[in-house]
Nanobody
Framework: VQLQASGGGLVQPGGALKLSCVAS????????MGWYRQAPGKQRELVAT???????QYADSMKGRFTISRDNPKHAIYLQMNSLQPEDTAVYYC????????????????WGQGTQVTVSS
């Protein structure tokens, strides 16, 4: 099972980016998924999570600016980020809480490789 994140890049303050994360590997079902980020010299922190029923949770600083969504048939989640600020600069990681495969395996705590978001003028 693999998670592939993409969509990061360099953006000016006030700009927007949309991140994508696609899971692959004979997947039958994925439970909660989410986005986390890690800035240089800081611990990894929660950005947002989304359940199979599209119920969402956000870190307080992201509410109103970021929107998480998912496409269950594609085993994908997305993060629309608006009004980006320099403090949003970080490596963004996607996560799957639990992945069930068609061949009967269960994977917990699966992480993608991260995608760099840099907000700078």
């Amino acid at each position: 099972v693999q998670l592939q994140a993409s969509g990061g890049g360099l953006v000016q303050p006030g700009g927007a980016l949309k991140l994508s994360c696609v899971a692959s590997g004979g997947i039958w079902r994925i439970d909660d998924m989410g986005w986390y980020r890690q800035a240089p010299g800081k611990q990894r922190e929660l950005v947002a999570t989304i359940g199979t029923g599209s119920n969402t949770q956000y870190a307080d600083s992201m509410k109103g600016r970021f929107t998480i969504s998912r496409d269950n048939p594609k085993h994908a989640i997305y993060l629309q980020m608006n009004s980006l600020q320099p403090e949003d600069t970080a490596v963004y990681y996607c996560n799957a809480e639990q992945v069930l495969t068609y061949d009967g395996y269960t994977y917990r705590g699966v992480w993608g490789q991260g995608t760099q978001v840099t907000v700078s003028s």
